[in-house]
């Protein structure tokens, strides 16, 4: 079509059609020929010409590659290919709390970082003697949502901690929300009336600039629920950079996500079990633990769990994802 390109959003979409599809042919691709190698090797193994170690190789590979496509096809909800906000709250329990808060942060950094995913601290709030009280982090990267949706909830720590000192084991709760991170594609009504805006100075390192300019925003949006006529308040801070107008335009993409989340739950009716999430952070409430003198990380929704502590507070989170996908995501996809 000549004039494809003289109408940016509908092409946009288009190409993001494209491009998925796209990504499943090279998937099949990617397991066919690793499919033929293994094929090919085991007639060379019976002819002496391969060794065992070589077939194992490539047996692991082909396995690898297929888990990798199944595990795509797990994400088929229109949410599962956008990125994500990422929130995470530390629970009662001060310094030590929020170190833990601070520790999940840079977990899932690592995590993003190996994937290759976008990330952007929105906000921030630095804890009173170390830590985080709460962050924002905004993830853009093809289906960020779909993997990461498996680590809303509670997230909780025992180990003896470095702040008693005592040196008694103590345990820690954080919690984090996950949200779908909206792009251009989709459509979302914010009523401007509802709107309105403060600004204030960025805290924390930065120079002089975050010290005398008002460079943070924060947002606030008066939201009433359509199918309930509740009535709440939506704040969003973004103090992302030192530009003001690119700070706003942040944080009215944080409250297009937000809105669309709601409405997201209410039109696949999981506004309840999205309640039911949300639990105080508190004993009896958390999705995970990480035992760190036990050298355990359990999950227990999945009951999956792993030794390899360093490993997951590194960012080795796709054990857990795979795991929790495969025992929900094809339920979720039938509802």
Not at 20 to 26: E, H, M, R, S
Not at 46 to 54: A, P, R, S, Y
Not at 126 to 154: H, P, Q, W
Not at 155 to 168: D, F, I
Request: glycine share 6%; with cysteine.
């Amino acid at each position: 079509m000549p004039d494809f390109w003289e109408h940016p959003k509908e092409a946009q979409i288009q190409m993001k059609k494209i491009k998925d599809l796209q990504q499943w042919i090279d998937g099949y691709k990617e397991v066919e020929s690793a499919v033929d190698e293994l094929s090919v090797a085991w007639d060379f193994l019976k002819e002496g010409l391969v060794e065992e170690d070589e077939l194992d190789r490539l047996y692991a590979d082909a396995i690898s590659k297929i888990e990798h496509l199944e595990l795509r096809n797990m994400l088929r909800r229109e949410e599962d290919k956008l990125g994500v906000v990422l929130k995470i709250n530390s629970g009662a329990g001060g310094t030590e709390s929020q170190d833990w808060a601070s520790m999940l942060m840079r977990m899932y950094l690592r995590w993003c970082e190996k994937k290759g995913y976008k990330t952007s601290i929105a906000n921030i709030l630095d804890g009173d003697e170390a830590g985080i009280k709460s962050c924002t982090i905004n993830v853009e990267g093809d289906y960020a949502y779909g993997y990461l949706k498996s680590e809303n909830g509670v997230h909780r720590l025992v180990r003896v901690s470095p702040y008693n000192a005592q040196g008694k084991r103590m345990t820690s709760f954080a919690s984090v929300f996950v949200t779908p991170l909206v792009d251009d594609t989709i459509e979302v009504k914010v009523e401007p009336a509802l709107l309105s805006w403060d600004t204030f100075r960025s805290g924390g390192a930065g120079g002089q600039n975050v010290n005398k300019v008002e460079s943070g925003v924060r947002l606030r949006y008066q939201f009433t629920d359509p199918y309930t006529g509740e009535k709440e308040e939506i704040l969003i801070e973004n103090t992302e950079t030192r530009d003001q107008p690119k700070n706003k335009e942040n944080a009215l993409r944080q409250l297009r996500s937000i809105l669309y989340d709601k409405e997201l739950q209410h039109r696949l009716q999981e506004q309840a079990k999205v309640e039911a999430g949300k639990m105080k952070i508190e004993w009896g409430s958390q999705i995970r633990s990480y035992v760190f003198d036990d050298r355990r990380v359990k999950d227990h929704r999945t009951n999956f769990q792993t030794s390899d502590v360093n490993g997951v507070m590194d960012g080795e989170l796709d054990d857990f994802i795979k795991a929790y996908l495969m025992e929900f995501a094809a339920t979720e996809a039938q509802e």
